[in-house]
């Protein structure tokens, strides 16, 4: 199985800040890379995929960049509905895997 | 838009089998462009998939639970359904349905899970 590591696990950050966490692969996924966010109780839903789309809806204030084994997400100025936990997924071979997910909190 | 709704009981025995249904709507379980997919989440912890299950029967599984799992999909009722038998309490989990779906332009195809349900809770306990 691809093992996913994501840094840090958690996060104290201010509205306004420009945050950014990482995912690192335990072998190449070439670009099949996808991040969530998940707010508390409810599902996670889809921020981007193929490591750098924007699924459509979801504010330009996210992006994804990476390839091979080491991504990153950056919010560029964190509003206060992006307080959640966020989570990468490998979809470059099954069984896909989940990072381990990173809690955003506010400071 | 599409929808998914989980339902099934909340409450297992441990030994027994769990069983879930994921009913969707402003889709069709029919396409041959989507997997229908289970990923679950243990309390307070994080995201496992599974496995798929696509419009014709084929299915895919996470290795560390293909012996118990069993996917079924039922084109009449626009359902998939989970089972997933010998449950012992490290099954208790919020049980998602989700549509992994696929963008054509990226060669390889590349994979999301897109439209997701709103999760049932499963308590294996007795």
């Known amino acids: 199985d691809i093992q996913m590591t994501q840094s840090p696990s958690s996060l104290s950050a201010s509205v306004g800040d420009r945050v950014t966490i990482t995912c690192r692969a335990s072998q190449s996924i070439a670009d099949h890379l996808n991040w969530y966010q998940q707010e508390p109780g409810k599902a996670p839903y889809l921020l981007i995929y193929?490591?750098?789309s924007l699924q459509s809806g979801v504010p330009s204030s996210f992006s994804g960049s990476g390839s091979g084994t080491d991504f990153t997400l950056t919010i560029s100025s964190l509003q206060p509905e992006d307080f959640a936990t966020y989570y990468c997924l490998q979809t470059y071979s099954t069984p896909y895997t989940f990072g381990q997910g990173t809690k955003l909190e506010i400071k | 838009q599409v929808q998914l709704q989980e339902s099934g009981p909340g409450l297992v025995k441990p030994s027994e089998t769990l069983s879930l249904t994921c009913t969707v709507s402003g889709g069709s379980v029919r396409s041959s462009s989507y997997y229908w997919s289970w990923i679950r989440q243990p309390p307070g912890k994080g995201l496992e998939w599974i496995g798929y299950i696509d419009y014709s029967g084929s299915t895919n599984f996470n290795p560390s639970l293909e012996s118990r799992v069993t996917l079924s999909v039922d084109s009449s009722k626009n359902q998939f359904s989970l089972k997933l038998a010998s449950v012992t309490a490290a099954d208790t989990a919020v049980y998602y349905c989700?549509?992994?779906?696929?963008?054509?332009?990226?060669?390889?195809?590349?994979?999301?899970?897109?439209?997701w349900g709103q999760g049932t809770l499963v308590t294996v306990s007795s």
């Open positions: 193929a490591a750098s």
């Open positions: 989700a549509r992994l779906g696929r963008d054509n332009a990226y060669l390889p195809r590349q994979y999301y899970f897109d439209y």
